[in-house]
């Protein structure tokens, strides 16, 4: 069983930015495909971002070019770097894994956090 904890989520500006951080609890966390999907009120949950065990990316089409997802194995963390920040992101960020890649990006994988709060307003 993998415990995801996701952290960073706050309330921001538009045009600004914010880090998510989701820590796997299991120390072999590096063999598992990772991702990060978002549900604003009233709306599906929706994909953002995944990265592969080899770090390969695939990112939701609203998010291109202002989202990167990178990870950190040794430190068993993956990371949502947001820029460029509109008030549609606004929404709860959910951290998602699995071992296996196809299971993460159609959101059927095992684990998820329990989600980290975005606003984005003025």
């Known amino acids: 069983q993998v415990q995801l904890v996701e952290s960073g989520g706050g309330l921001v500006q538009p045009g600004g930015s914010l880090r998510l951080s989701c820590a796997a609890s299991?120390?072999?966390?590096?063999?598992?495909?990772m991702g990060w999907y978002r549900q604003a009120p009233g709306k599906q949950r929706e994909l953002v971002a995944v990265?592969?065990?080899?770090?390969?990316?695939n990112y939701g089409d609203s998010v291109k070019g202002r989202f990167t997802i990178s990870r950190d194995n040794a430190k068993n963390t993956v990371y949502l770097q947001m820029n460029n920040l509109k008030p549609e992101d606004t929404a709860v960020y959910y951290c998602h894994a699995d071992r296996n890649y196809i299971d993460v990006i159609t959101s059927r994988g095992n684990f998820w956090g329990q989600g980290t709060q975005v606003t984005v307003s003025s």
């Open positions: 990265i592969a065990r080899d770090g390969s990316t």
């Open positions: 299991e120390s072999r966390s590096g063999i598992y495909a």
